[in-house]
């Protein structure tokens, strides 16, 4: 990227932007968000160079190959990757999770999942008596290790005696870049730094009282590099299971929260549901150094597939977020009140099929607000 960004400098903003659509419903979405980019893009003024990859179930039951063998080497080629989902209903769950989307995100070193959880107006949350004031909050999920990494194994396999082992493992390096990142995000993103908060929080989620190895390095590392480097900023922490509590019951107690790779999937398909469901929650795998990957955190959605049912926005907000992170913050901020403008002013429900419109025309409109706004 940094090369990229010289280059802009010179000639024009240029971006090289692999596309990957993936599987069900992700072409779909995907296409609505690359029709927004480009509307911001026209109006911005920078240029998009979009190069479709067909990595996916369909390419795995044609070839029975996963992903070709160059497929990382031609990722980074790129300025960042933008996609739909991986997750086909004929292969085995885990295959092409493992094996491409995990994959990208390893291989890469994408050790960052930045999953903002905000409600925006209009949208109906299924907590009572809470509203985008209340919901407005950002997980940083740890994205390189934890049970992730696939180590463990199997004993005795189909006997009474099975034995199955996944092991939790963290190393100091990996969690002190995790919470070097979260903190400085805090800083420039927390609630202070937006003018809606006394403070800049960051609160650390655990569970220190049962992981006390793992979550003890977590816990050392945040407070020593705490004390150290971003004194500013207030800490605090969660067992991850009240986590799940206050998030239903006082979401505004949040600022920016960061956790372990584990913890930080399962908090963010709540999170996801209390800012509008899966048809608007967007995430970026971050590379601070590298090739970073932008995706709507649902899944392939099979049975919406080809329908012009499903919602785009997700796959929208995960656009807006690649631009963010390319720099292109006016184009990213041109985007979000696109989307805060149709949320408010035209969808009836962000769920697949009762938004009042279908996939394609809510592309349309968040790409005309996107363009005139
Ligand atoms: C997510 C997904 C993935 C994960 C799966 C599909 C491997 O649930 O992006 O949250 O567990 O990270
Ligand atoms: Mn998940």
Known sequence: MSQNKQENSKSGRSYRIAVIGGDGTGPEVIREAVKVLKAAAGR?????????FDYGGERYLRTGEVLPPN??????????????AIGHPDVKPGILEKGILLRL???LDQYINLRPVRLYPGVETPIAGKGPREIDYAVVRENSGDVYTGQGGVMLKGTPHEVAT???????????????????????????????????????????????YVYD????????????????????????????????????????????????????????????????????????????????????APKYTGKNEIN?????????????????????????????????????????????????????????ATAAR
């Not at 911005?44 to 479709?52: A, Q, Y």
């Not at 800083?187 to 006390?212: C, H, P, Y």
Request: proline content about 2%.
């Open 44 to 52: 911005f003024g920078f240029k998009l160079e979009l190069n479709e």
């Open 71 to 84: 497929a990382i080497a031609e990722m980074r080629q790129h300025d960042a990757i933008l996609l739909g």
């Open 105 to 107: 995100r390893f291989e």
């Open 166 to 212: 996944q092991i939790m493992i963290y190393n100091r390096f990996q969690v002190e870049r995790c919470l070097r990142w979260a903190f400085q995000y805090t800083r420039k993103s927390g609630k202070k730094a937006r003018g809606i908060g006394q403070e800049n929080t960051l609160a650390l989620v655990g569970k220190t009282n049962v992981l006390t």
């Open 217 to 300: 390095l977590w816990e050392r590392a945040f407070h020593e590099i705490g004390d150290k480097d971003f004194p500013d900023i207030k800490r605090e922490y969660y067992h991850v299971d009240a986590t799940c509590m206050w998030m239903v019951k006082n979401p505004e107690w949040f600022d920016v929260l960061v956790t372990g790779n584990m913890f930080g999937d399962i908090i963010t398909d709540l999170a996801a549901m209390t800012q509008g469901g899966m048809g608007i929650a967007a995430g970026g795998n971050i590379n601070p150094d590298g090739v970073s990957m932008f995706e709507p955190i649902g899944g392939s």
């Open 312 to 368: 785009p926005l997700a796959a929208i907000c995960a656009g807006m977020m690649m631009l963010e992170h390319l720099g292109e913050q006016q184009a990213a901020d041109a985007i979000n009140r696109a989307v805060a403008e149709v949320c408010a002013t035209k969808l009836k429900s962000l769920a697949a099929g009762r938004m009042g419109y279908g996939t394609a025309e809510v592309g349309d409109l968040v790409a005309d």
